[in-house]
Nanobody, 129 residues
Framework: QVQVVESGGGSVQAGGSLRLSCVSSPVIDSCMGWYRQVPGKQREGVAAIYAGGQRTLYTDSVKGRFTIYQDNSKNTVYLQMNNLEPEDTAMYYC????????????????????????WGQGTQVTVSS
């Protein structure tokens, strides 16, 4: 089973950009996802990527602003976040799972992420207006 570690969070002003990184060891899992959570609210799926990067999934609120991609040589999945909004403020978590995790997301939506088997500790993103 893989382990994942996130990094790259920080504080930016609205309209700014951040790139989150998720190092997966020993390899990138079949499905990698990013979720976010605000205290007191349900965890929300942001983006996911199938192994090999040939297919990506996004929640509607980030389409056109966020891009998920992977670098297999570095066992790293990235979340490039552009045109950030205050509503994007949250703790961001990397998740790893089997191919089924992405298939569930594709057919039924990201849900709370119970289809993923491994989670990182999270990295905080704060966007100020």
């Amino acid at each position: 089973q893989v382990q994942v570690v996130e990094s790259g969070g920080g504080s930016v002003q609205a309209g700014g950009s951040l790139r989150l990184s998720c190092v997966s060891s020993p390899v990138i899992d079949s499905c990698m996802g990013w979720y976010r959570q605000v205290p007191g609210k349900q965890r929300e799926g942001v983006a996911a990527i199938y192994a090999g990067g040939q297919r990506t999934l996004y929640t509607d609120s980030v389409k056109g602003r966020f891009t998920i991609y992977q670098d297999n040589s570095k066992n790293t999945v990235y979340l490039q976040m552009n045109n950030l909004e205050p509503e994007d403020t949250a703790m961001y978590y990397c998740a790893a799972g089997t191919l089924g995790a992405c298939n569930i997301w594709s057919s039924s939506g990201p849900g709370k992420g119970t289809q993923f088997r491994t989670w990182g500790q999270g990295t905080q993103v704060t966007v100020s207006s």
